[in-house]
């Protein structure tokens, strides 16, 4: 079953400009990774989160983390077309921590 | 390269058929997971394997499914009369787990397998 749930399911914008996309969860967890996952190619991780972490960064990636809310963000600066891609959200549940749930996925395109 | 490979990368067959995908990791690895992804759909879990030993399996997994990693490396998921429902993208995925505990660390995937059972 998929605990993660993006939103939204698909996000068009323009070169240059910011993306956000969230995700929500029913579990306490341990962690909270993010991946990508381009047209005919396999996912690729982004950043990983920890439960006691509440924002992170990776060039030009910010995720954050509010465990209250069950809910994280993942945001894009300065999109690029290369970016174009779904994004999911998988998380590492505190009881099963090993393996990880995955949501359904944000498309994203980004045009020229 | 040195990333995780699948083989093959398509595989069509007919209902009733048995299929067999392998999946070599990241050599370092001692982690190594199944995941079956349908379209418009994330990745959904199936086993994993901590060096041979196999430690989880999803309620996904039915009797028709094996999996094994005999000497700790590469790993064959087998499905045994297929079924329409069977066909998928069926990915793997490899991690360094290091020092005790479960926790989950970041998984390197391969390409995938697409099935195709008609």
């Known amino acids: 079953s998929q605990q993660g749930e993006e939103d939204p399911q698909a996000l068009s914008i323009q070169e240059g400009e910011n993306a956000t996309m969230n995700c929500s969860y029913k579990?306490?967890?341990?962690?909270l990774q993010w991946y990508r996952q381009n047209s005919g190619r396999g996912l690729v991780h982004l950043i990983l989160?920890?439960?006691?972490?509440r924002e992170k960064h990776s060039g030009r990636l910010r995720v954050t983390l509010d465990t209250s809310k069950k809910s994280s963000s993942l945001l894009i600066t300065a999109s690029r077309a290369a970016d174009t891609a779904s994004y999911f959200c998988a998380t590492a549940s505190i009881s099963g921590y090993s393996t990880l749930t995955f949501g359904k996925g944000t498309m994203l395109l980004v045009s020229p | 390269d040195t990333g995780v490979s699948q083989n093959p990368r398509h595989k069509i067959t007919k209902r009733g058929q048995n299929v067999t995908f392998r999946c070599d990791p990241i050599s370092e690895h001692n982690r190594l997971y199944w995941y079956r992804q349908t379209l418009g759909q994330g990745p959904e879990f199936l086993t994993y394997f901590q060096n041979e030993a196999q430690l989880e399996k999803s309620r996904l997994l039915s009797d028709r499914f094996s999996a094994e990693r005999p000497k700790g490396s590469f790993s064959t998921l087998e499905i045994q009369r297929t079924e329409q429902g069977d066909s998928a993208m069926y990915l793997c995925?490899?991690?360094?787990?290091?020092?005790?505990?479960?926790?989950?660390?970041?998984?390197?995937f391969g390409p995938g397998t697409r099935l195709t059972v008609t």
């Open positions: 579990t306490s967890i341990n962690n």
């Open positions: 989160i920890r439960s006691n972490e």
């Open positions: 995925a490899s991690s360094l787990a290091t020092g005790g505990g479960g926790l989950s660390y970041e998984q390197y």
